[in-house]
């Protein structure tokens, strides 16, 4: 009996360091809006990662993918920032409570209200963005928020 007891406290111990480990392979310490780069077939592609102050490896966040509206859209990675919910986060930085995405639509050329549509290049992209911001950041998968304009 206290053979199996000594065993179960082993497991439980390296199942919490896997899951610590995993957390933190992209926590580098840094905070606030960190600028990143998505790697596909198609090249590369900018993004922003707002990561808040109090962000712990241990303890899942939410997160929430940020759509942006059509005067957004581009390369630079960064017009995403410049309203909506990009501006609400930068005026609450010191205390915003989640880990916010804001991958950009790049058709430029497309029909406005269509930037987002499911299917198109731009759509699977920023799902694929928030798997691997869900893979470098502890989050919550019961805490997954999608908003925009």
């Given at each position: 009996?206290?053979?199996?007891?000594?065993?179960?406290?082993?497991?439980?111990?390296?199942?919490?360091?896997?899951?610590?480990?995993?957390?933190?392979?992209?926590?580098?310490?840094?905070?606030?809006?960190i600028?990143?780069?998505?790697?596909?077939?198609?090249?590369?592609?900018?993004?922003?990662?707002?990561?808040?102050?109090?962000?712990?490896?241990?303890?899942?966040?939410?997160?929430i993918?940020?759509?942006?509206?059509?005067?957004?859209?581009?390369?630079?990675?960064?017009?995403?920032?410049?309203?909506?919910?990009?501006?609400?986060?930068?005026?609450?930085?010191?205390?915003?409570?989640?880990?916010?995405?804001?991958?950009?639509?790049?058709?430029?050329?497309?029909?406005?209200?269509?930037?987002?549509?499911?299917?198109?290049?731009?759509?699977?992209?920023?799902?694929?963005i928030?798997?691997?911001?869900?893979?470098?950041?502890?989050?919550?998968?019961?805490?997954?928020?999608?908003?925009?304009?």
């Amino acid at each position: 009996m206290c053979g199996q007891s000594v065993r179960w406290g082993w497991l439980v111990v390296l199942g919490f360091a896997v899951v610590i480990g995993r957390a933190n392979a992209a926590d580098d310490g840094k905070r606030g809006f960190i600028e990143k780069v998505f790697k596909d077939d198609a090249g590369e592609h900018k993004y922003v990662v707002f990561v808040p102050q109090n962000y712990s490896p241990i303890k899942s966040s939410p997160v929430i993918l940020f759509l942006h509206g059509a005067g957004e859209r581009g390369t630079d990675g960064r017009a995403p920032l410049n309203i909506g919910l990009g501006a609400l986060v930068k005026a609450r930085e010191a205390n915003f409570p989640a880990i916010v995405v804001f991958p950009q639509c790049e058709n430029t050329r497309g029909r406005v209200l269509h930037g987002w549509t499911s299917g198109t290049e731009d759509a699977d992209r920023a799902l694929k963005i928030l798997e691997q911001v869900e893979q470098d950041y502890r989050t919550d998968p019961k805490r997954r928020i999608l908003t925009g304009w």
